[in-house]
């Protein structure tokens, strides 16, 4: 905390190369500093109330609450109702005080439902466990102890801010075109993007995330015809539903492999009959050593960085599938709900740059950019097409998506630090 307490005796140094005036960034440092103990408590309350994705009115009490913190500031704050696609629905906040519009991304939801036995916020210091205490709701924290320091700076009136809480972003409704339709169109009218997911960190260091994989799932089904396997491979039954599997496969392992492309195959099942359930998890099937296979199935993920590596790799799958063995079929089917990638981009690298400026003038390490392969899909890559985005702006921790998930709680006060006074000057264009 002390190199926290340091920062605002560094801006008395900064002078003339702070974007904004160098009282009130020092005004936003102090304030920050001052509230941490209030944002600890704010977070607990976020933390203990169940949001698990399905938990529809769990979601909804997570926003009502994330609206007590927002309209005080002068926010209009909406509720998108998403119940056509299976899900509680979006908070929205706008603050249009003039200058650039900048977004503000994150999810009231997490992985964690009211059967989970973990649903506690527990402190131990500057640590605190409990369930979405990092993946999202210290990235909400963030978002509003941001926006306190910008008010109480007197930054917040002249900036033009939209906060878009996701309430399904762990297990996006469906279709995923009306689910993410709103947050598309705030990317195409920001005129910069920032995401509120953990920050990223390895031995100690802090990055910047300019770069994000896609994420999407596919599955495979191949057919074969059955009978005595004393027939396998003549030109009666050919070579069944499993070698055509195999065969796939196989060439998808030896053929498509390229940097910051991964396609991991989940779950597979093979004989006479196979089938896969109606969400994709689970698989069954039987059969006899001495029959030919009828049926195989099997379901994984992509990931690439860049829409055009994903329409190529997609491209190369489906040729791939078409050169079937003798007297085989199969057939390749990516899922609607895929996470689109946050490619690299200049604007991007920019971003981060005026992030560093930032870290520079408060007196915090300056980040370098994170390796994409190491970051998981969000919300980001639904805006990032259109606008400048720049991620990974929520709290330090690890463990997300399981039980033990942790967050930093210093890590909430330099993020705040970083993001109020970012925010601020692109807001104000300077």
């Known amino acids: 905390m002390r190199l926290l307490l340091s920062a605002v005796a560094t801006l008395l140094l900064a002078g003339t190369a702070m974007a904004q005036t160098p009282e009130a960034e020092r005004t936003i440092v102090s304030t920050v500093v001052a509230e941490h103990d209030r944002h600890i408590d704010l977070l607990e309350r976020l933390v203990n109330q169940n949001s698990g994705t399905l938990n529809a009115e769990g979601v909804r009490a997570v926003a009502e609450m994330v609206r007590a913190e927002l309209e005080p500031l002068g926010f209009e704050v909406r509720w998108l109702d998403m119940s056509e696609t299976g899900r509680a629905g979006h908070l929205v906040a706008t603050h249009d005080g003039g200058g650039k519009n900048v977004l503000l991304i994150g999810h009231l939801d997490t992985v964690f439902e009211t059967d989970s036995p973990f649903q506690t916020f527990v402190r131990e210091g500057a640590r605190a466990t409990g369930p979405g205490v990092g993946d999202d709701k210290g990235g909400v924290v963030v978002i509003i102890a941001a926006l306190r320091a910008m008010q109480a700076a007197g930054t917040l009136e002249g900036s033009n801010i939209t906060v878009f809480l996701t309430g399904d972003e762990e297990r996006p409704g469906a279709p995923l075109e009306v689910a993410r339709r709103e947050l598309i169109e705030a990317g195409r009218v920001a005129d910069y993007a920032l995401e509120f ?49 195999a065969r796939i496969l196989d060439a998808f392992r030896r053929e498509l492999p390229e940097p910051n492309l991964t396609y991991n195959v989940g779950v597979m099942a093979g004989g006479t009959p196979a089938e896969i359930d109606a969400d994709g998890f689970r698989v069954q099937a039987s059969g006899k050593t001495n029959i030919v296979a009828e049926t195989a199935v099997a379901r994984g993920d992509l990931r690439t960085l860049t829409p055009e590596q994903d329409a190529r790799v997609r491209a190369r799958m489906a040729e791939i599938v078409t050169q079937n063995l003798p007297r085989t079929t199969a057939e390749l089917v990516f899922a609607e709900d895929s996470y689109p990638p946050m490619a690299p981009t200049p604007g991007n690298s920019a971003l981060l740059e005026r992030l560093n400026q930032v870290n520079r003038d408060l ?24 606008v400048d985005t720049l991620g990974g702006l929520g709290v330090a921790g690890g463990g997300a998506h399981a039980e033990g998930e942790w967050a930093d709680l210093d890590s909430l006060v330099r993020q705040a630090q970083r993001a109020a006074v970012l925010i601020g000057r692109l807001s104000l264009g300077e």
């Open 197 to 245: 997911e953990n920050l990223a960190t390895e031995n100690g260091a802090e990055f910047g995330t300019i770069a994000r994989r896609s994420s999407s799932s596919w599955t495979l089904t191949t057919g074969g015809q059955t009978g005595h396997s004393s027939g396998v491979f003549n030109d009666t039954l050919g070579y069944g539903a499993i070698y055509e599997m």
């Open 363 to 386: 007196g915090l390490p300056e980040m370098a950019p994170f390796d994409p392969a190491r970051r998981g899909a969000a919300d980001s890559g639904f805006v990032a097409a259109d």
